[in-house]
């Protein structure tokens, strides 16, 4: 049959966009005529792909890794790579979006160990530590971190470059002091970088050691900024001891040393588990440390790679509940730039959030900040919502070009479903668990964790 033989079928449907609807009507027998039933509704299919958009859908792509099935009831596949060589998006970066216990992390544990088949690697910042069984299935030992702990990662890592290196101080800055940096505040801290990076060889620089070239600038980076060691070190004193203070108290030991020896590069799932320090204020800071010192790893993979003449895998780089991250000053970003380089280096950022209104946390309306949360949803051509409050509806509406039926299904969607926005089209989706997958959903960790809240 022609493809326009096809689209002038007359299929029956139910006069209502309801996906659940949907599915049902199609194995429903043909309407009787019954009292109190209305007669069903006939159109071309290339109508209602205008009028009933989740039914009418054709897939994007049948290449990629199976997630569930839409409307229709047909096999729903994700692969950012396989959609951008297509065209039908620009970048691979996702934000995934939903309230509390609807399965943004279960889905994200199951798309994980399924793109595992195409070689696709997982990285994970995992605040919560519900990750531990994912990384296991792939046979890796996460890297746990705890204050005081044997583990190091060392955020300024130079395989990140001196850009990296700069950006993530900046940002960490920012948000330890809870305020934008002031002009000389960010000439100094690239004075005390270059200076501990220097000092620091053949090892790298660490977080401590800008701190000390803050709080004790010498000669050289005074001439640099043309001003005196004194003026300097008091221009930068607030920010030295706000970046102090991450390296002290309950935060010590974790990310204010050498990376740890015995760490696997090359293993095919990272996961960082944060769990021990889950309740910190400074969570958010914390998770940006952690994405750097991935992000140094990544970078330096690939320049590996590129040497031996290879194009190496793809990595998937998850920040789960990075609404903790977003809602520090400073930190959006950096995660902004990571969105950027997404492109250069076959990475594809995931970011969780609990609702959109969590960007707007970034700062006040038309500030800086806020533009640059808000352009993160933009630089995010995948966006997966789950269910949301009624009150976030409005937020959505602006933010994400849904059409009314669409906007309408959110508040109502259950577990596991989801409305994924992929470039200028919307799929609704139930996502499917196999029973292989089960045991990474509901964690030991997780267990845990909450037999250590109720005692
Ligand atoms: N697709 C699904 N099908 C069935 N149950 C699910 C599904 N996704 C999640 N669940 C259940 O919901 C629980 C909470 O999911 P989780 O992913 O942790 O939520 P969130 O990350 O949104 O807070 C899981 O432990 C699991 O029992
Ligand atoms: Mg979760």
Redesign the pocket.
């Known amino acids: 049959m022609t493809r326009k033989a096809k689209k002038k079928l007359l299929v029956p449907v139910v006069s209502h966009p309801h996906p659940q609807g949907a599915v049902k009507s199609r194995q429903l027998p043909r309407l009787t005529g019954r009292p109190g039933e209305r007669a069903g509704h006939s159109a071309t299919t290339a109508h209602l792909q205008a009028a009933y958009p989740f039914m009418a859908e054709s897939p994007l792509t049948s290449a990629g890794v199976l997630i569930g099935h839409d409307a229709y009831g047909a096999s729903f596949v994700y692969d950012p790579w396989t959609l951008y060589e297509a065209g039908h998006v620009t970048g691979p970066n996702m934000v995934v979006v939903?309230i509390?216990?609807?399965?943004?992390?279960?889905?994200l544990k199951s798309y994980l160990y399924r793109q595992r088949v195409f070689g696709r690697e997982a990285w994970v910042v995992d605040p919560k530590g519900e990750f531990r069984a994912l990384a296991e299935a792939f046979g890796c030992e996460p890297i746990s971190l705890r204050p005081g702990g044997e583990m190091r990662l060392n955020p300024l890592t130079r395989r990140g470059g001196s850009h990296g290196q700069q950006s993530l101080l900046r940002s960490v800055a920012q948000a330890a002091l809870a305020r934008p940096l002031k002009p000389e505040e960010d000439a100094g801290l690239r004075v005390a970088l270059a200076r501990a990076d220097r000092d620091a060889l053949p090892a790298e620089p660490t977080l401590p050691d800008v701190v000390e070239a803050l709080l004790r600038p010498d000669a050289e980076m005074a001439r640099t900024l043309v001003t005196s060691e004194a003026e300097l070190a008091a221009g930068c004193r607030e920010a030295a001891l706000a970046l102090q203070r991450l390296c002290e108290g309950d935060l010590r030991g974790m990310f204010d040393g050498q990376t740890s020896s015995g760490i696997d590069l090359d293993a095919p799932c990272v996961v960082i588990d944060l769990s021990a320090v889950s309740d910190s204020q400074a969570m958010g800071i914390l998770m940006t440390c952690a994405t750097a010192w991935q992000r140094g790893i990544v970078l330096d993979r690939k320049r590996r790679s590129e040497q031996r003449g290879e194009i190496g895998a793809k990595q998937i780089l998850l920040l789960d509940e990075a609404w903790r991250a977003t809602s520090h000053v400073g930190i959006t970003d950096y995660l902004q730039q990571s969105f950027k380089l997404s492109r250069d280096l076959g990475v594809q950022n995931v970011i969780v959030l609990h609702r959109l209104s969590d960007l707007a946390a970034a700062g006040a309306a038309g500030s800086r900040e806020r533009t640059i949360a808000e352009g993160l949803l933009a630089d995010a051509e995948t966006k997966v919502v789950?269910a949301q409050t009624p009150d976030e509806l409005e937020q959505i509406g602006q933010s994400l070009a849904l059409t009314k039926p669409e906007l309408e299904l959110v508040p109502d969607l259950a577990?596991?479903e989801a409305l994924w926005q992929i470039g200028q089209r919307t799929f609704y989706v139930r996502?499917?668990?196999s029973r292989f997958e089960w045991p990474l959903?509901?964690t030991d960790a997780r267990m845990r964790a909450g037999e250590k809240k109720a005692a």
């Open positions: 939903g509390i216990g609807r399965g943004k992390s279960a889905l789950l577990r596991g996502h499917t668990l959903i509901d």
